[in-house]
């Protein structure tokens, strides 16, 4: 899924505000460096979800028959190579 860049910072300050409201949580650091980590980790998983996608789409487009996007076989394969893909990566 692609996100805009104000939706991924609405979504680190949504992280940080709710990580500051824990009593278990202390922060080293000032709110806006943890916000900043933050949007770089949301940024580093959706380019490795981005990643994984393309290798399923391209699993199935590699197929000798053609399989339509959208029908079962499409959406049983696409789950199959994606958690493939996902085990690969050790996530």
Known sequence: MRLSRD????LAHVVTDSLAE???VDFLEDRNTIRLQVRK??????????????????KIESQRRT??????EWEILYR???N???K???L
């Open 67 to 72: 399989i339509l996007e959208g029908s079962q």
């Open 88 to 90: 690969k990566l050790g």
């Open 41 to 58: 980790v949301l940024e580093d998983l959706l380019s490795q979800e981005a990643m994984i996608d393309a290798a399923a789409r391209q």
């Open 22 to 24: 824990m009593d278990q």
């Open 80 to 82: 199959k190579y994606y």
């Open 7 to 10: 939706k991924i910072n609405k």
């Open 84 to 86: 493939e893909e996902v």
